[in-house]
Structures are given as C-alpha cells and as structure tokens.
C-alpha cells in the first residue's frame, strides 16, 4: 500500500511539473490572440533608373504568452506579382503552418523588380501580404514606384522652380507651393496625383501649356476602371495669399474639386487665368470661387457636379467658354452648369459682398429634364450686384432677375458635333450642323483663338463658346 501512494505522489510531482511545459508549447487558438508588424506598409522609395530589384523586411511579432500557428503567408498578386517573399529563410510566395514560439519574432523578406521603362506599368505598383491565424486576418500593404518619373511624397516648393517636361510627375500626399514662390510647368507636362495629394498653392502656379503639348493633371490610377472616375485627387487651391496663377492650355480632369480659388489677391490683380483650358469629369465643382477674381477665355467646363460655382460675390470674366454637362454613368446632371451668388451665411447671419461678373459668348447647357434653369443667380443684402450675359447661349424656364441680359439666346439646342454618352464621347464644337444656333452669333473680343488654336474669324461676328467654326 505504501509502495502505491509513493507511486502516485511521484506521478503528481512530474504532473506538475510537466503540466506548465505542456501549456507553454500548446497553441493558442483563441480567436482573440494578436500579432503585431513591424510596419503596415512596406515602401519602396526608390526611383528606378534601370530595370532591378530592391529588398525590405518586416518583422511579425507573436506578443502572447502561448505559441501561435500561422496557418499562412501569402502573397496575394501570386505568381504574377511584381513583388517575391522570402518567409523565415523560405523563398515562397506562400507558406503554411509557420510555428511562431510565445513573445518570438520572424522575418519576411520582400523584393520587388521594376522595369520603370515598361509603360504598360502603372506609377505605384501596388500588392499586399494576407497573414492567416486563428480564423483572423491581417494584411501588410507593399507600395513601389513603377514607371520612371518624378516622385513627390510630402512635397514643399519653397524657392522658385521651373518643371521640365523630361519625366512625368506623380505626387503622393501633401503637395504646397509656398507663400511667394512660383512653380512654373513648362509645356507637355503630364502630373499625376494620388488619391490623398491636393496641390495647394499659397504662391503662384504657372502653366505654360500650349496646344499639342498641353499640361495635364488627373489621377494616378491608369487602369481600365480607375482611369475616367471622377474624385480620383482632391485639385487644386489657390489660399488666400496666392497670387498671379496663370494656367495655357492646362487639362485639368478627374479630381474631386477641380479649380478652388479663395478670397482676393493681396496685391488686388485677377488671382487666377485660364487660357484655353480644359476642366472635366469633377465630382463636385469644375470651379469653385470664393469671393475671389478669375478671368477666362476659350476654356471648356464639362461634366462635372457643378460645372462653376460663384460664392459670396467677387469679380470674374468670361469670355468664349462652354459649360455643359450631360447625366453619364459616373454622375447625374442635377445642377444648373453655372451658379453665383454675392453673400455667405456664418452663424446664421448674413453677409454680402460685391459681385461683379461678365459672361461674354459664352454658350451654358445641360441635358435631360432634371435641372430647368441651368443659370442661377441669387442676391442677398445691400452689396453690388452687377451681372452681365452678353451674346450668350443659356437654357432657362426662368429668365434669371436682377441680371442684364444682352442678345441672348434661350433654350437653342447649341447641335454640339458628336454626343454620345454611353460611348463616353464628348465633343462641344459646332462644326459639323451650320444650322448651329452659336454659329456667328458672338461679337469680337480682344481673344483670337479658339481652344482648339485655331482663328477666330476676324472682322465679322465670332462664334459662341470655346470652338470656332472653321
């Protein structure tokens, strides 16, 4: 008897002390257990010259007090990734049932060959690493420049600077043009944004576009789907200390807000021009101005959630500009094409500021039979309100009040030469029906090209909007 309770006291002393091994090398399968990452995203930061390959690592951090099994790593772009794993000293893309010991660490090296010259690339290669435990997943975001280009992350101009066209431009993040310094963009220069990246211009910003070589901004995403959404950047600002901003044959297309101007210049000279400029596919406004000066010529405003927007009163001049929008599969035209009015509402009150506004040849135009009045004007308070159409082409239920009208013509069909929608073509001439209702019905301005460069007819009534008929 003796001989037995001896033996089961043994069996209880090796119990306990094999039963807290037993616990340390048991898995944790609680849903709830966590691993940490050295990083969220893995950037490669370089600038390809040449075809080749960089390599980074990440740690994965098991931080509980049991021992975790990976059920896997996987590199989601697969085979066909630009990106290649190596998993705790394995080169594969994908690894299964990795024991990772309690509060112990594993590398995962990542490398990644570009080809910058490969246009068929896009400017940010993107993939991502998928961790499988416990039912739970986790991933790791891998970011590298493709193509080869000018990269900015975070970027300040802080002395005057001149862009070449020599590579195209893709900015990621935040983008300033400081207090008093100019950026100018010489033509043929293509700028692609990403999706967090306004240029926001405190100084001057100076396009010199010219035709063929227009200068573009758009988003960076050039695959199929992305390419044509509108919002893919957040545009351009012009803050109250900008000043001078001059923009020749600029495209600005796909951004949230294309054109944002606020407040006056400081030195009481027009704060931006637009020369021949293009503005399409924005989600919000086309243009937006804020009790601010803006002068435009031959300048097409097309498709967007509101073509222009006039705030809280200012000083503005068009002259030969189309605005028209038309309901696609991005967005429904539901907004009149051109809106200003001369007051802003803070804290309930109402304050009104002079507004001093010239629409001259100007043809504004919307499709489908949601908006009645594709002009709409609103004033408020004591303050000027001086508003002119004059040889313009407008679409109304109601003649806009309080504004001058002057030959204009109502509710014409503008015959725009080739409209279709669902093909995603858009061309605003007025070439190809000479019965077109714009067609010499303009008067002569001081502008004598149309966007597309050519002639405005000399000596005898011009054409309205941003074409000529040649």
Request: some cysteine; overall charge negative; hydrophobic content about 40%.
């Amino acid at each position: 008897m003796m001989r037995f309770i001896s033996g089961l006291i043994f069996i209880v002393i090796v119990l306990i002390f094999l039963l807290p091994s037993c616990r340390k090398d048991a898995f944790i399968t609680d849903v709830n257990a966590r691993i940490n990452v050295s990083a969220d995203t893995v950037r490669f930061d370089t600038v390809f010259t040449t075809t080749g390959s960089v390599t980074q690592s990440l740690k994965i951090i098991n931080s509980n007090s049991g021992k975790l099994l990976l059920s896997s790593i996987k590199l989601m772009g697969g085979s066909n990734s630009a990106y290649k794993l190596n998993i705790n000293g394995v080169p594969k893309n994908e690894l299964t049932n990795i024991e990772l010991a309690a509060e112990d660490s594993m590398y995962v090296f990542v490398s990644v060959t570009i080809n910058p010259n490969a246009n068929n690339l896009p400017f940010i290669v993107k993939d991502s690493i998928e961790i499988l435990f416990n039912g739970n997943k986790k991933y790791i975001q891998l970011e590298a420049y493709g193509q080869n280009a000018h990269f900015l992350r975070n970027h300040t101009i802080s002395e005057n600077t001149i862009w070449p066209n020599d590579l195209p431009y893709v900015v990621i993040g935040s983008f300033f043009i400081d207090t008093a310094i100019s950026l100018t963009i010489d033509p043929g220069c293509k700028i692609y944004l990403h999706a967090d990246a306004p240029i926001i211009v405190d100084g001057s910003l100076i396009v010199n576009g010219n035709k063929n070589n227009e200068v573009i901004f758009r988003g960076d995403r050039l695959d199929e789907y992305y390419r044509d959404l509108p919002a893919g950047w957040p545009g351009i600002y012009f803050r109250n200390k900008s000043t001078d901003n001059v923009m020749r044959f600029a495209i600005i297309t796909n951004a949230y807000q294309a054109l944002a101007v606020q407040n006056p210049a400081e030195n009481n000279k027009t704060k931006l021009t637009l020369h021949q400029c293009i503005i399409d596919n924005a989600f919000e406004n086309g243009i937006l101005s804020i009790n601010s000066s803006l002068e435009a010529d031959n300048t097409l405003i097309s498709n967007c959630g509101n073509n222009i927007s006039i705030q809280a009163g200012g000083k503005y001049s068009f002259t030969n500009c189309t605005a028209a929008s038309y309901s696609n599969s991005f967005m429904l035209h539901k907004t009149p094409v051109l809106q200003a009015n001369n007051f802003f509402i803070e804290n309930g009150s109402i304050s009104s500021s002079d507004l001093d506004a010239n629409f001259t040849n100007c043809i504004f135009w919307g499709d489908g039979g949601i908006v009645d009045d594709e002009t709409v004007f609103e004033k408020k308070g004591t303050g000027i309100f001086n508003v002119t159409l004059n040889h313009c082409l407008i679409k109304v239920k109601t003649e806009p009040p309080t504004v001058t009208l002057n030959e204009v013509l109502k509710n014409q069909d503008p015959l725009f030469d080739n409209i279709d929608v669902g093909k995603k073509l858009y061309d605003f001439r007025t070439t190809k029906n000479l019965s077109a209702p714009g067609i010499d019905n303009g008067i002569n301005t001081d502008f004598s090209k149309d966007l597309d460069d050519n002639p405005r007819i000399s000596g005898t009534a011009t054409d309205l909007g941003c074409y000529e008929k040649q």
